[in-house]
């Protein structure tokens, strides 16, 4: 009876913590462009805590951003590592129709016209995606 009691009370205790995780992304203190980002990611119905620091390599290391791919800032969302300024419809897209083996997507560095880096004018750029071994694979160009 103490036994069932345990499994029922830890499988509760799961449930309320799956039920409070929340999107997040980890930014460099002060980077704007990372809000504007998240911003954007609101306006399609993504809700981003967002979380300053100064440690972001150490954060890129330890969840597996490839160094090829890594942009200004890193989010979770929905167990899918977004690095950089991924546009938001990729990022619903690749919730929905998760790839085998993908764990992240990203687009490299800070191209000029990606979201939250709006400018005078529109550089191309690739999406990229990865998987747990840092192996990389186009996805989409924009």
């Excluded at 009691?5 to 462009?33: E, P, R, W, Y």
């Excluded at 100064?54 to 090829?68: L, S």
């Amino acid at each position: 009876m103490k036994t069932k009691k345990v499994i029922i009370t830890s499988l509760f205790m799961l449930m309320s913590l799956v039920i409070n995780a929340q999107d997040q992304m980890f930014k460099n203190l002060g980077c704007m462009c990372c809000d504007r980002w998240a911003e954007h990611m609101k306006d399609y119905g993504f809700n981003l805590e967002i979380l300053p620091s100064n440690k972001m390599d150490e954060i890129k290391n330890k969840i597996g951003v490839p160094k090829e791919v890594r942009g200004c800032h890193t989010s979770m969302i929905d167990g899918i590592i977004v690095e950089g300024h991924v546009p938001a419809d990729l990022v619903h897209k690749i919730i929905k129709n998760h790839p085998e083996n993908i764990i992240g997507i990203a687009v490299p560095g800070m191209p000029i016209g990606s979201p939250g880096m709006e400018g005078a004018y529109k550089e191309k750029y690739e999406v990229m995606i990865f998987d747990s071994k840092g192996k990389i694979f186009l996805y989409a160009n924009r």
